[in-house]
């Protein structure tokens, strides 16, 4: 794995955590009305992970925040070698969907690297942060995401510009 790789790849797990804590979607019906957030959550959903619809969910919503970044000329540049390879991008998702799933109260644990060693010598802008973060919240905006839960993912990505953002 090159170095600007690793760094896509941590770039879009730091994102991912950060904003995605949730996740994106664009897709199939039953994705879409699993993450549909805007409705009354039951009582029982006191987790994050509960009022997006679980890991089914993530899982879809990851998807389509990958795809949405891979089409991204903005940023997909970091992530050219990751998409081109199948067994690579399984790998990637695998990551980000228990990134998003530990961030957000799930069951799953994250066992990837940290967001600082990840990006280490990528030299990631502030104008490159801010285009995964819009691809993040476009795809939460797909999936309908209540506004109170994209505030919440949102929370968690701030803190990482820092480790992220060295360009």
Not at 64 to 69: G, H
């Amino acid at each position: 794995m090159t170095c600007l790789t690793r760094g896509v790849y941590g770039l879009m797990l730091g994102m991912t955590v950060s904003l995605v804590a949730a996740c994106g979607g664009g897709g199939e019906k039953a994705a879409d009305s699993a993450l549909d957030t805007t409705a009354a959550a039951p009582a029982a959903a006191s987790t994050l992970y509960d009022r997006l619809g679980g890991r089914t969910a993530i899982v879809a919503v990851v998807d389509s925040f990958v795809a949405r970044v891979a089409a991204d000329s903005r940023i997909n540049g970091f992530f050219k070698a990751t998409a081109s390879d199948p067994a690579r991008l399984a790998a990637f998702k695998g990551k980000l969907v228990d990134q998003v799933c530990q961030a957000s109260g799930g069951p799953c644990t994250y066992t990837g690297k940290d967001m600082k060693t990840a990006h280490a010598g990528m030299k990631i802008t502030n104008a490159q942060f801010d285009a995964l973060v819009e691809d993040l919240v476009a795809t939460l905006k797909d999936f309908n995401v209540a506004q109170a839960d994209k505030d919440a993912l949102l929370g968690v990505v701030a803190p990482m510009r820092t480790d992220i953002v060295t360009g």
